[in-house]
Structure formats: structure tokens, C-alpha cells
């Protein structure tokens, strides 16, 4: 069976992919926003601001592939060492997306969440995306995830922390400590682990973006810059992901 999708740089072609071997869970980290815009001779945060259409896009494509989590990997730990009116412009894009396009999730059924340490956001970051989360609570759709703030090893030495914390006040027994009982302390707790990263820009690394839950993970690179990022290609990572075996260090 096939989805139809309207490609939008060719009107008159539709991108199809089958039903079978979707991923679950997809992780995606959105690079090349700046290098877009300076390719054209504009500022860095033009192409910050060029991505949310991107991200509007792909997010429709996820609710029609009947994808159930998408995980966006927004703003990152190390992203405070940018330039401030870049990290401010940065900050201030979740709250434009949300103005414009919350009626839309909310029609679409996608329930939107947060991974990442939120407490040192600005406020009227913290607030939208607050808003957000509470206004599509009982949405059970594509679930929605922003990395905010969010650092891999951070995440990892936070959840240790706990996890001694729970040790020593006798809430959890050592013997009881394995893979599953430590993810619990992730901020992806209660999610799967995400069946397909996709990397737009041309990169070929992780950039510290879920190194526990990336270990068994078919990766997808494309040089294509996030903002030139189209279903067309989405469909593309999926159809590689679809040929793809996952053995699991079996045969």
C-alpha cells in the first residue's frame, strides 16, 4: 500500500513510500540553517527563520508516514558559545512556530513534548513551549519532541546522579540497575529509541545528540541544507531505512 505525497518543488509529481518497515521513531539533527543563508549573502538567522517552513513540512510528512515520535534536535547544550543575537534569534523561533502553526499540530492530532534541561531558557521560551505541551496533552498522535538545551552527556551524567541518589536513599537496589532501569532517567523515558537519525547538511557526526539511545540507530546523512530539506528527501531517508537489516550484533 502507498501514501501519496505533493511534492512541492515539482507540482506534478507525487513521492510515494510503502507501508511496510516504517520507523517508529525518527531523530533528526537540522543542520545548515546559517551556511544557507550566508551561501545567499544574508545573515546566519535568516536561515534559522528560513528552517521553521522546514520544519512545518516535515512534520506533516511524519503525520502522514504515521510516524510516532519525531525528534528534533532544536537548540543544544553547546549553542550557548554562538553569538547572542544568533542564540537569541535561536530562542525566539519556537514561539513564532507555535503562534502560527499550533492550530494546525493540534488539527493534526501531534502531541508536542520536551527533551533537554528547559530551567535556563528564556522565559518566553519556556512559557510557548509550556503553552504548547499543555494545549495538545491529550493529543495521541505523532508525539512531538524538542531537544532544548538538550547535551547528551549531560543527560547521561544527570541520570547517573539520580540513579545514585535512588541508591543511596534505598529507592533502587544496585542488582536492579540495567539497561531499561537507566533509561528510565532519561529525559526520553517511556519512548522508544529512535529507529532512523536523519543529519541534513552534510555532517557526519552526532554533536552530542542522544549518544545512549543512538546505539543501535540507522543513520542517514544528506547534504542537502535544512531549509533545502524537502519531503522528497524524507521519503527518500525512509525508502534507504526500509532495505535496511537491522541485526542487532546477530546475523
Partial sequence: MKIPFINHNHSD????ISHDHIPDH????????????????????????????????IVNAAVKCKIKVL??????????????????TILKLPKQFL????????????????????????????????????????????????????GGRQEILNAMKEVFADITDAK???DDVDED?????LYTAGLPD???????????????????QLAYTEFWFTDVLWPDFSEKEFIQALEEYRLRKRRYGGL
Avoid: C
Fill in 172 to 174: 533502587l537496589s544496585i
Fill in 71 to 88: 525528534t528534533l534536535y532544536t537548540f543544544s547544550t553547546e549553542n550557548w558559545k554562538r553569538p547572542k543575537p544568533e542564540v537569541d
Fill in 99 to 150: 503562534q502560527i502553526y499550533l492550530p494546525e499540530l493540534m488539527a493534526n492530532n501531534v502531541r508536542i513534548k520536551t527533551i533537554g534541561d528547559t530551567s535556563h531558557l528564556p522565559p518566553h521560551t519556556r512559557e510557548a513551549v509550556q503553552y504548547a505541551v499543555e494545549r495538545t496533552r491529550d493529543n495521541n498522535g505523532l508525539q512531538l519532541n524538542f531537544a532544548l538545551n538538550y
Fill in 13 to 16: 509529481e507525487s513521492i510515494h
Fill in 26 to 57: 525518527i531523530a533528526i539533527i537540522m543542520d545548515g540553517n546559517g551556511r544557507w543563508a550566508q551561501k545567499r549573502g544574508m545573515p546566519r538567522v535568516v536561515g534559522h527563520k528560513e528552517g521553521i517552513s522546514t520544519v512545518v513540512k
Fill in 194 to 212: 529512535p529507529d532512523l537519525l536523519i543529519r541534513t547538511g552534510g555532517e557526519k557526526r552526532l554533536s552530542n545528540y542522544l549518544p545512549w
Fill in 181 to 185: 532501569a537507566f533509561s528510565s532517567y
